[in-house]
């Protein structure tokens, strides 16, 4: 391989490094309340498994006997809340209701704003099951950022 391929290589390598550590934000419209809008961080491999590091915990597994690792429901939910969830609009009591199928006493106008806290967002990640997978798949599924980038840049071509 020559000095000028390699060289090529390495860029590659670099940017692709770089590619995996940057965070790219994109706002999706939340299918169960239409008229709320979440903005979701993409998971890149690097990301997912820090989330899923930080959510490890060990314990020792009696019937075998060895020490086993397993994975927290509550320190993943925060971590993905942290990492994934950037924030959100249209969320309103009457949304945050619809969210948690009715469970539980929330009071106030229907539709009154919830303004976007890292803490709400892990209590309702941790409460709902629908909004925790809809999260975590939208965050893994890389179509759903490269598009929104194919669009962007369509977008600027047609402003040009």
Do not use: C, H
């Not at 060990?58 to 320190?75: A, G, H, L, P, T």
């Not at 009715?102 to 909004?131: H, N």
């Amino acid at each position: 391989m020559t000095d000028e391929k390699r060289a090529s290589v390495q860029e590659l390598i670099s940017a692709i490094q770089k590619a995996g550590k940057a965070e790219k934000v994109v706002e999706f419209q939340y299918p169960y309340v239409p008229s709320i809008f979440i903005r979701v961080s993409y998971a890149s491999k690097q990301l997912l498994k820090q989330i899923i590091e930080e959510a490890k915990e060990s314990f020792f597994n009696v019937q075998n006997r060895q020490q086993e690792d397993r994975i927290n429901d509550e320190k993943f939910n925060r971590a993905a809340a942290r990492e994934l969830l950037k924030g959100w609009r249209g969320m309103t009591i009457g949304g945050l209701k619809t969210i948690l199928a009715g469970r539980g006493e929330i009071t106030g106008s229907l539709d009154q704003d919830v303004p976007f806290d890292e803490e709400l967002a892990f209590t309702l990640m941790d409460a709902s099951l629908e909004l925790q997978a809809w999260v975590i798949n939208v965050a893994t599924n890389v179509t759903n950022f490269a598009k929104i980038a194919e669009k962007k840049a369509d977008e600027l071509k047609n402003l040009a």
